[in-house]
């Protein structure tokens, strides 16, 4: 039989390793945006973006601040992340 304390360290690890399995590198879920290839999926990370609700509120002058972003990209990822 295992212990209590045993099965607390066990269930632990379960969870760790279930949060794990969902999360989502942004720099991948970046890239499935038209437009965005790894290196600007990158840029974007670096300029402090984590996820597509964050690509969705930023500015567009944040965007366009990103190097690969030019306006035409711009409007691709605005009309897919609505």
Known sequence: MISKRDQKIADRHARVAT??????????????????NREIADAMVNAGLISLDDVRVASD????????????????IRESTQ
Do not use: W
């Open 19 to 36: 949060r794990r399995l969902h999360q989502v590198d942004p720099v991948e879920s970046f890239m499935f945006l038209p437009g965005v």
């Open 61 to 76: 002058d944040l965007l366009l601040s990103i190097s690969g972003i030019g306006p035409a990209t711009l409007i691709k």
